[in-house]
């Protein structure tokens, strides 16, 4: 079936610092590709997302790009802040509604 | 413009007792989409529901797990004859149509003793 993985955490990171948290996928159609992040306390809140191959999703000053060649959709952002700690969760949907999800991993951010 | 609210947002149940979680949609939503995670992993779809209907019960456990939607006040998650490896966070989830964005609530974890 469907599945996401990315990276372990926690990763720690110095404030401005170059972010890079990996997921890579396997399904057997095209799905639609996502990142949330939850903060704190907080429910998850969808980030960015890439409905198909070679789609760039941005927000906040994180980027994502589905790559169907190497089943991927890594999440970057070039310059790190303490606000962005929270636990990041990549997901996917090969249908209407069903999100398959990775295991989330954990952003620490120091100043 | 509440968000998805979830409660309560901690629930401690000995063995064998019922846990009851709620979720109340955004303003205008009615679909609604429960998920599990489980320590150390992703999130899992159990149902997807929209009022007064079931659409979707294909990760929801066989037994002791049931979910509903009236058509008035919240959605409720309901499992019976808690055992320590239903301890989990329970997410709730809701759109206003099927394929759209899904808004998620803070989640109620549910510790059995």
């Known amino acids: 079936g469907d599945s996401v993985t990315q990276m372990e955490g926690p990763v720690t990171l110095s404030e401005e610092a170059f972010l890079t948290i990996n997921c890579t996928y396997t399904?057997?159609?095209?799905?639609?590709l996502f990142w949330y992040v939850q903060y704190p306390g907080e429910g998850l809140q969808l980030l960015l997302k890439a409905t198909k191959a070679d789609d760039k999703g941005s927000n906040k000053g994180f980027e994502a790009t589905y790559r169907k060649e190497t089943t991927s959709f890594h999440l970057e952002k070039g310059s790190v802040q303490v606000s962005d700690s929270a636990v990041y969760f990549c997901a996917l949907s090969d249908s209407n509604y069903q999100l398959i999800w990775g295991a989330g991993t954990k952003l620490i951010i120091k100043p | 413009n509440a968000g998805v609210m979830q409660n309560p947002r901690h629930l401690v149940r000995r063995r064998g007792q019922e846990a009851r979680l709620r979720c109340s949609p955004m303003k205008g939503h009615s679909h609604v989409y429960w998920y599990r995670q489980l320590p150390e992993e992703g999130l899992k779809f159990m149902v997807y529901l929209q009022k007064e209907n079931i659409i979707d019960e294909s990760g929801m456990p066989k037994e002791r797990f049931s979910a509903e939607f009236p058509k008035e006040g919240p959605s409720i998650l309901r499992i019976q004859q808690v055992v320590r490896g239903d301890s989990a966070a329970y997410f709730c989830a809701s759109s206003r149509q099927g394929n759209d964005e899904q808004y998620f609530g803070p989640g109620t974890r549910l510790t059995v003793t």
């Open positions: 399904a057997t159609g095209y799905p639609s």
